[in-house]
């Protein structure tokens, strides 16, 4: 199977992570998509962070009702720093006639050279990067960081997608000053998110 893995912290998943995964399904014609909430995410401060159980339910409330989308607990059942490197080698040895692409935005590819193993990580795996029509990607950073084959085949992997404008932290951030946030997440996690009292 050709599989994509879109990883984060999902705190909380919205509407940008479901359009970002189905347009790169379709566009790179894959037939899963795995979302991977992150346990403890290397790059992002955790002190706002819901727990685990709380951020899982809401992936599985939002994938819902799609047939190609699936959560995976492996960072949340691995405990530890959530490195992706780890991920997609357990998931390419557990499943050796696979073929796994991870998902990133176009937004975070000058961060990639400060990934953990980053060059390990394109050896082992494709990536496909969902960036906005008429918006460049900045390669900079990675053409003086990267082997030029690698950088090459990050490129290749470019998906143009529907421009979405939200974050977590602004859905935070509403929910602690009581603005609304219907329709910047799926309803179900509307609802968990008001039942729980969470990021109040």
Known sequence: MKIGVLGGTFNPVHIGHLILAEQVRCAARLEKVLFVPAHCPPHKATDEMAPDEHRLHMVQLAVA??????????ELKRKGTSYTYDTMRLLCEENPGDEFHFIVGGD???ELPSWHRITDLLDICGFLIGDRPGHLVRWEALEAALPSAQVSKLRKGVVYTVPVGVASSDIRHRIRHNHTIR????????EYLTEHGLYK
Not at 65 to 74: A, R
Not at 183 to 190: G, I
């Open 65 to 74: 009702g799609n047939p190609y989308f699936v959560v995976s607990e492996i």
């Open 183 to 190: 329709y910047l997440v799926p309803a179900k996690v509307e």
């Open 108 to 110: 975070t590819v000058p």
